[in-house]
C-alpha cells in the first residue's frame, strides 16, 4: 500500500486505499482503540498547551468502525466479499478471488468486478443516498473500466 498509517482526524473520505487499510483494524476500531502509528519515535514533547477534545478516545475509532460496518452492510454480499478480501491484507488478491469465485460458484471476473463495485460504493466522503443495487444499475460504465 502507498501509506501504512492514517491518522484517525484523517478518516473522514474514506478514500479506495484508506479502506482497505481500515478493514483489517475492523475489530480494534469496534473496540474503541485505533492502531498506533508504526513511524511514532516514542517521544513526548511537555511543552505547549494541553489540548482537550469532547467525548472519550474511544469515540472516534468506535465511531469509524460504526460508519464502515454501515457501509459494508448496505454494500451486501458484495460487502462481505470486500471485507473477507481484505480482512487479512492478502498478498496476493487474485489468488483470493480465485477460491472465492470457486467456492461460490463463480467466474473469478464476476468475483473481482462485484468487489471492485463494493469498494466503489463504500469508499466516498459521503454515504451513497442510492441503495446498493440502484448505485451498480446507474454507474454501470463507470464501474466495467
Not at 474503541?32 to 511514532?40: D, I, L, Q, S, T
Not at 465511531?63 to 480482512?87: N, P
Request: hydrophobic share 35%; charged share 25%; net charge positive.
Amino acid at each position: 500500500m502507498a501509506k501504512d498509517w492514517y491518522s484517525p482526524y484523517t478518516v473522514t473520505k474514506f478514500t479506495k486505499p484508506m479502506v482497505k487499510w481500515l478493514i483489517p483494524w475492523l475489530p480494534t476500531l469496534r473496540g474503541g482503540n485505533y492502531p498506533r502509528n508504526p513511524k511514532e519515535s516514542g517521544y513526548v514533547d511537555g511543552g505547549g498547551k494541553p489540548t482537550f477534545k469532547p467525548g472519550g478516545k474511544q469515540e472516534i475509532p468506535a465511531g469509524i468502525a460504526a460508519e464502515l460496518d454501515v457501509r459494508i452492510q448496505r454494500a451486501g454480499v458484495d460487502g462481505l466479499l470486500l471485507e473477507f478480501l481484505y480482512a487479512f491484507e492478502p498478498d496476493d488478491e487474485l489468488f483470493v478471488e480465485e477460491h472465492l469465485a470457486q467456492c461460490l460458484n463463480m467466474e473469478t471476473k464476476e468475483v473481482s468486478q462485484r468487489i471492485r463495485n463494493a469498494l466503489f460504493f463504500v469508499s466516498g466522503a459521503d454515504r451513497k443516498k442510492n441503495s446498493y443495487n440502484q448505485y451498480v444499475r446507474d454507474n454501470q460504465a463507470y464501474l466495467k473500466k
